[in-house]
């Protein structure tokens, strides 16, 4: 759903002012209570001082983010309603307002995690929008526990919404809201099913709570078994979402230059076959799911001061940050039991044809 009825819009703005003080608070006020509760005397001091942004959800723009509900429900007000209260339970009751003040200790481990979710910010597109590249293909999720990566995932959400977004927002003085996605399927391989529980779980916990947020998935470097896996599960996905995904042929340069200027190009997107990670010529990392490149500097950096503002009143105990794992829809596991069964068709096929090539060699004997 394009676009969405304005009367819509202001049905639910009159729900939403009728809900409880504990969820409008979670809704409208996050900043002010947290700030408070750390700092009491915090708003004698600009908000830029003590380093906070917005936690809130809508960022001051309510419109723009019940709109967003709306479409993820095709419009309908009630579901839509019952989607925004249930996003803000789970925010309440998983603390998701303080996860940028708990940062992946020790460096190394937060490391480790870089090197095994792929994931960074690769620059912006000639409209302002946040480019994400993900590398599915070569994220492996094996470093660390489930909880420490779903903490890692929903922290880059957060600091997207929270810091990349609203200031996209005042460098083009217009409202940002969205970002596109560039996924790299370079190395995609069968042993891919071990990660299919933890990528359902992460999947589901964005389109239940940051519902709308990319604009479009542009899929690059596709091997065979993307190829085979996309004929299936490309009619079992809803037409909006489908309408935001595009499969771009080889490594996507042309494509995505027609969108953004050569430098916001993710590095596995510069030239056919370019490698997972190299170095500009004045030494910085243009990798940008290296905890070395620029983004994650930003990140790591701001999450690590915000813990320092917050230990230094209350102090808090190193560990994952564990959070609520919310249960897919139907729709979301009939696509993972699909994209399961089709790995598994895959594999019994490659299996077969190796098979045949060694009875062959055998009977050559």
Not at 81 to 88: A, E, G, I, P, R
């Amino acid at each position: 759903m394009g676009i969405v009825n304005q009367e819509a819009v202001k049905q639910f703005q009159l729900l939403m002012d009728e809900v409880d003080e504990v969820l409008k608070k979670s809704f409208e006020g996050a900043l002010k209570e947290a700030t408070e509760t750390i700092f009491p005397h915090a708003f004698s001091f600009p908000k830029h001082r003590l380093g906070f942004h917005p936690s809130n959800i809508h960022q001051g723009y309510v419109r723009e983010t019940l709109t967003r509900f709306l479409k993820a429900r095709d419009g309908n007000v009630q579901k839509a309603h019952k989607m925004l209260l249930d996003c803000l339970n789970w925010r309440i009751q998983n603390e998701i307002d303080n996860i940028l003040t708990k940062p992946i200790l020790p460096p190394n481990l937060y490391r480790a995690i870089r090197d095994s979710q792929l994931t960074g910010l690769s620059g912006y597109t000639k409209e302002g929008l946040p480019v994400i590249a993900v590398g599915v293909g070569q994220s492996t999720f094996d470093q660390a526990s489930v909880h420490y990566y779903v903490q890692s995932h929903i922290q880059l959400n957060e600091y997207r919404d929270r810091v990349v977004l609203p200031a996209a927002t005042k460098k083009h003085g217009r409202y940002i809201g969205t970002c596109v996605k560039v996924l790299d399927m370079t190395g995609l391989k069968l042993s891919a099913l071990n990660q299919i529980k933890l990528l359902t779980t992460i999947s589901t916990i964005d389109d239940l709570n940051y519902p709308e947020k990319t604009d479009t998935y542009f899929i690059v470097n596709v091997p065979y078994i993307f190829s085979a896996c996309w004929k299936v599960v490309k009619p079992l996905l809803q037409e909006r979402t489908r309408k935001k995904i595009q499969v771009l042929q080889g490594c996507g340069r042309d494509d995505l230059l027609k969108i953004m200027d050569y430098a916001s190009l993710p590095h596995f997107c510069r030239r056919e076959g370019s490698g997972p990670s190299h170095h500009s010529e004045n030494g910085t990392t243009e990798n940008c799911f290296c905890l070395d490149h620029v983004f994650h500097q930003q990140v790591y950096s701001y999450i690590n001061q915000q813990a320092a503002a917050v230990q230094s009143v209350r102090p808090w105990k190193q560990g994952s940050f564990h959070v609520a794992f919310p249960e897919p829809d139907p729709e979301g596991k009939k696509i993972a039991k699909t994209i399961e069964s089709e790995f598994h068709k895959f594999g019994d096929r490659k299996n077969g044809i190796s098979n045949s090539l060694q009875n062959l060699k055998v009977s050559e004997d």
